[in-house]
């Protein structure tokens, strides 16, 4: 998980949160475990998890600064150093994305 925003402590948090709203749970079964719950939210995306942040008043300081966190990327960060590079070389750069 390195370079995530959300730690083994916060995301444990969050899991405890979801797991007692029942935000896992499906009709007709058994509501999953907290632990279940937590290895589920690893393999989640830090915008997931602030996703979840967003919606529940009891871990709503958890929430991402997303101007920071937009920017944290591994591309964004390249793209932070290049564009400078490319602009004072004279060169026209259009950037093609998709958010999802």
Do not use: N
Not at 21 to 43: H, N, Q
Not at 67 to 87: C, H, I, Q
């Amino acid at each position: 998980r390195g370079g995530r925003f959300y730690d083994e402590v916060a995301t444990r948090r969050i899991a405890r949160c979801l797991t007692f709203e029942g935000a896992f749970a499906d009709a007709g079964r058994l509501p999953p475990s907290e632990d279940e719950v937590m290895a589920e939210l690893r393999a989640s995306s830090d915008l997931q998890l602030h996703y979840y942040c967003s919606r529940y008043a009891a871990i709503a300081d958890l929430q991402l600064d997303l101007d920071v966190a937009a920017f944290a990327s591994g591309k964004a960060t390249a793209l932070k150093k290049l564009l400078p590079e490319l602009r004072d070389g004279g060169h026209k750069v259009v950037i093609f994305s998709q958010w999802t």
